[in-house]
């Protein structure tokens, strides 16, 4: 039985060139996951939550703007504009938007 | 686009890049510099993996630009307009008051070009043919893409007798009209008639011709005192936020506006400025006449309008795809969904088609469950506002956006802070769409 075996180097590069293969093919997962749920943030917090415009959204941590969206949603802070928008969301949705201003620097 | 820029331009055309297949002399002559040398931080792609065509800069049609070349790989994005700068509708009623300058609501594509690689060409397009890419301008120029998307805004139907529009101007596309209708309105005998017309939806901006409507009255209430404000509506109730704009018609206003439902003008008069409807005839010494509206010829003229008897063009809402020429999108107050006419949810589904054609060009499909939103603020006073919310989940079972429920709805009355953040609201959507 013949067994066809790779330098160590070699595995490492064939590897590496998977990977980049697997990149360029699987394109749908190269999209930061929220994104697009999160832009609908972007009209009032400014592209990618940078602003200009209401508060910054851009570096907080998730668990903060997830809370903040629930304080809204569950009307702690008030009847306004953004208890309306954080009730048209779903819970699963909120966290992804969160998730998705923690990565913006 | 400077003549050097055309010239690349035109060189790429040569190896198959560039969208632009034949410029007539008359174009090539009279290209304006673009006047800006600021290093182009995402420059256009010299080996384009796509090429779009972008027909509109207003609010749908700069944000698609804008995020298909942030979200793209390598897609050259050419924006087409008939104007090299955008007035802004949104607090256009403003300028009626002389709160607001136009020149405040001017907003030009420099950083599209330098910050994005976004060219741009301003033009006239003639024909557009939805099923190969490809776009006519006036003068023989012919734009070839991969895909297009259009983003033209509205237009009027054509009201019998009115043969000089500035007699009773619409205002509803901001520019020339909005500065005529503010000086009609100055001009105005202290004791006279202003009448404002509202067409049956859909029309471009729900609620704008009643805050419109509560900005006139407020005005003229310290200005005029003896004015009036007739307003006429070819629908039979508000069309929107009725909480506040019934409030604000009937009690705050009660004593300058009178509002009219269903009513239809047959015709007018621009001499005596006088509109003929089912209710009688009706004499302003302002007439504020929004017409019907619908989307530009041009798009009846290549198919694309399928809906609405006719008057908008049906979509995917995954992707804006016309149903009648899959290659061609149509985002903003143009296509027929469920969602408003208005420039912030245009915003949103510039972005939802942006993020659509990356994926397509990758490969993938659209994202299976976009979400939508539109907020707006609405004068009630020259110094307060409400505000309105929708937002919409994709409802795969209708294949359409759906409104939900809790997520919309708007404020309880009108207050100064509301009014102070319509400032903070505008600056941000601005910004997100042109800078």
Known sequence: MFVFRLPRSARA?????????????????????????????????????????????????ASDIYHELIEFRDGKQGPGIMARHALGYSDAQLREIAAYFATQR | MDRRQLLRAVAGAAAGFSPLLALADDDRKTRRKSGSSTPQALPAPTSPKARVIVLGGGMGGTTLAKYLRMWGDAVDVTLVDRNPSYTSCIMSSLVLTGQRSMSSLAFGYDNLRTRYGVRTVFGEVVAIDPVA?????????????DRLVLAPGIAFDEVPGLTQPDAM???????????LLARQLAAMPTNG???????????????????????????????KPQARLI??????????????????????HGRVIEYRTNVIIDS???????????GGAVRGDVVNLIPRQRAPQLLADAGLLNATGGRFAAVDVLSYASTAAPSTHVIGDASATTQPKAGHIANQEAKVCADALARLFAGGSPDPAPVTNS???STITMSKASWLHALYQYDAASASMKPVAAGSGASVGWNGNHFEDMGTWFTALMADTFA
């Open chain 2, 268 to 278: 007018v008069d621009p001499t005596s400025r006088t509109l003929f409807t089912n």
């Open chain 2, 375 to 377: 907020a707006c603020y």
């Open chain 2, 193 to 223: 008639v202003a009448v404002l017309t509202i067409p049956a939806v859909p029309y471009r901006c729900p609620p704008g011709p009643y805050e419109r409507a509560c900005l006139i009255a407020d005005w003229l209430r310290l200005r």
């Open chain 1, 13 to 61: 590069c064939a590897a590496a060139a998977a990977c980049a293969l697997l990149a360029t093919a699987a394109p749908a997962q190269t999209v930061p996951a929220g994104r697009l749920l999160a832009s609908n943030c972007f009209q009032c917090h400014g592209t990618n939550g940078k602003g200009p415009g209401f508060d910054r959204l851009a570096g907080k941590s």
């Open chain 2, 231 to 252: 307003v006429l509506d070819a629908n039979p109730d508000f069309v929107t936020e009725k909480d506040n704009f019934s409030r604000a018609f009937f009690d705050l």
């Open chain 2, 133 to 145: 890419c490809r776009v006519t301008l006036q003068g023989g120029t012919v734009l070839q893409g």
């Open chain 2, 169 to 179: 101007p619409h205002a509803w596309k901001a520019g020339p009209q909005t500065s």
